[in-house]
């Protein structure tokens, strides 16, 4: 099942092989207009499928704003408190910048690769 919704500046496209298996990808700007859609869309899709993990792709998504960086955060909470694992398996050098800026390491943000490194500096 995949299922597409665009918001203001914001596109998500969620994917799902079943329960064990879903992923969120989302593109454009993650800010204050459409942070708390993105939490909500999140969150109904995990309460909706139950998943054992999900992925968030972020790769696509070239700003992002201090709602932004709060809705990370949040979800990774709730996906804790359900007891299931995310993921952020890309993250835009943007996003990697903002979160170094506030002078955060969130622990569910992968570790970038060498050439992420580079197109950062």
Same mark, same amino acid.
Do not use: K
């Given at each position: 099942?995949?299922?597409?919704?665009?918001?203001?500046?914001?596109?998500?496209?969620?994917?799902?092989?079943?329960?064990?298996?879903?992923?969120?990808?989302?593109?454009?700007?993650?800010?204050?207009?459409?942070?708390?859609?993105?939490?909500?869309?999140?969150? *109904?899709?995990? *309460?909706?499928?139950?998943?054992?993990?999900?992925?968030?792709?972020?790769?696509?998504?070239?700003?992002? *704003?201090?709602?932004?960086?709060?809705?990370?955060?949040?979800?990774?909470?709730?996906?804790?408190?359900?007891?299931?694992? /995310? *993921?952020?398996?890309?993250?835009? $050098?943007?996003?990697?910048?903002?979160?170094?800026?506030?002078?955060?390491?969130?622990?569910? /943000?992968?570790? $970038?690769?060498?050439?992420?490194?580079?197109?950062?500096?």
């Amino acid at each position: 099942m995949t299922v597409e919704n665009m918001p203001a500046l914001l596109h998500v496209r969620t994917t799902s092989a079943g329960a064990a298996a879903v992923s969120v990808s989302v593109t454009g700007e993650l800010d204050v207009s459409n942070s708390a859609w993105l939490r909500g869309w999140i969150v *109904d899709t995990v *309460d909706r499928w139950q998943p054992a993990g999900l992925t968030l792709d972020l790769g696509g998504t070239h700003f992002i *704003d201090v709602a932004g960086v709060r809705t990370l955060y949040e979800v990774h909470a709730a996906a804790r408190a359900r007891g299931f694992l /995310l *993921d952020v398996t890309v993250a835009h $050098p943007a996003v990697r910048l903002t979160l170094d800026r506030l002078g955060l390491n969130p622990e569910f /943000l992968t570790r $970038p690769g060498e050439s992420a490194i580079r197109r950062c500096a």
